[in-house]
């Protein structure tokens, strides 16, 4: 287990939290979104959760040209998302807590516009943004947000927040102990962990603007196993019970299990066309 860090005196406004896994061909481009935002007062914590690449060389590369400001940790064999990124958590000094994954992209002004909003409203627990999907042949979709989810929404919108987007206070994800780490939660730690946050009667937003780019390709489909599905139905009917959702709105977790059960059975060429379909693009 390795851990490359230089210690500031002084705590950055915001750390960055990012669980890297067989990554090196995307990563360059990550970091350099982040390294390019116009809010500069941040720091970077990755770790590698046992790539079998040259992930981890690559991020050893942004460590050795921004000492003290990107920081790598090692997993000695892979973990799972929700482990490694209570890892970096652990080193994280920033007021406020981003996410960024591996192979995904950054709009400039993404961190100064997401903070801005936490300092400005300081009854939110969190932000996240709308983003737009890409794949090689460039960006063919865009999410759509809820600015002000509530309890509610959990049963026809869950997840409502851009895991990857998010910015969340520190001192909120300190207090509901940041991801469970438990294999059904896997692939859906973020849905679990926006009901862990809503269960303590805190409340998030999103920004209406697309300034996150999520890369959604076939690699991203091939993600989505049975496995991962069975679990977010999990996570729907466990996180039902832990905002204390009414008996009358289970119907709606039902439903979802019925839906993601239907997509394990259909064609991936099928399933494709919908997910595209869903985000009104080609």
Not at 11 to 32: Q, R, W
Not at 160 to 173: E, G, K, P, S
Not at 241 to 264: D, F, G
Request: hydrophobic share 40%; charged share 30%; glycine share 4%.
């Amino acid at each position: 287990m390795m851990d490359k860090r230089m210690h500031n005196q002084e705590h950055p406004k915001i750390s960055v939290i990012m669980g890297i896994y067989n990554c090196a061909d995307t990563l360059f481009e990550a970091m350099d979104s982040l390294l390019a935002q116009t809010f500069q007062d941040f720091e970077v914590v990755l770790c590698d959760d046992g790539s079998k690449d040259n992930t981890y060389a690559v991020a050893q590369s942004y460590v050795e040209r921004y000492p003290g400001k990107v920081i790598l940790l090692q997993n000695e064999k892979n973990m799972g998302l929700n482990y490694t990124l209570n890892k970096c958590l652990r080193q994280a000094r920033g007021e406020y807590i981003a996410r960024m994954d591996g192979d995904d992209v950054c709009d400039p002004t993404r961190f100064q516009k997401e903070v801005d909003f936490l300092d400005a409203h300081p009854e939110f627990a969190l932000v996240s943004t709308e983003m737009v999907m890409f794949d090689r042949n460039g960006d063919w979709g865009k999410t759509t947000v809820i600015e002000r989810p509530q309890v509610e929404d959990f049963c026809t919108h869950s997840p409502f927040f851009c895991h990857a987007a998010a910015m969340i206070r520190r001192d909120v994800f300190l207090e509901v102990e940041g991801y469970t780490v438990d294999p059904r939660l896997l692939r859906v730690e973020d849905c679990h962990l926006w009901f862990k946050i809503y269960a303590k009667g805190y409340r998030g937003a999103n920004i209406p603007e697309p300034l996150y780019k999520m890369r959604d390709d076939r690699n991203a489909t091939r993600r989505r196993s049975f496995k991962a599905r069975l679990n977010g139905c999990y996570v729907v009917f466990v996180g039902f019970k832990m905002v204390h959702m009414p008996w009358y709105r289970y119907h709606y977790a039902v439903r979802n299990l019925i839906v993601e059960m239907i997509k394990c059975v259909i064609p991936t060429s099928v399933y494709e066309w919908i997910h595209k379909r869903k985000f009104n693009r080609r």
